[in-house]
């Protein structure tokens, strides 16, 4: 696995990542997203992290595909939905991990 706080960023250099619940993938390179939010969901629930809110933005929606396609086949994911209107709405989905 690799470790969240050597992730690549768009340039290639390694970021620090934080793992508190909120995964932005703004900074992230198409094709580094299914490594990174496959490890992400795991180090939170290594943390004891059971609520995940993944930013992938509104755009033309295909990160918003991608994730949904990780999050739907991820076995620790219990349910998952776009958030609340009054916050990100379809900008960012909320995920609810198991124990």
């Known amino acids: 696995m690799t470790d969240p706080a050597e992730l ?16 932005d993938l703004h ?3 198409p094709r580094d997203i299914k490594p990174l939010v496959l490890d992400y969901l795991e180090e939170c629930q290594r943390a004891g992290i059971r609520e995940v809110r993944i ?3 509104k755009g033309i929606g295909a990160l918003k595909q991608t994730v949904h396609a990780l999050l739907a086949k991820h076995p620790a994911v219990i349910e998952f ?18 124990g």
């Open 55 to 57: 930013i992938h933005g």
């Open 8 to 23: 690549p960023a768009a340039e290639g250099e390694p970021v620090s990542l934080p793992v508190d619940g909120v995964l």
């Open 81 to 98: 939905h776009l958030d609340h209107a009054l916050f990100s709405g379809s900008g960012a989905t909320i995920v609810r991990l198991r």
């Open 27 to 29: 900074p992230f390179r």
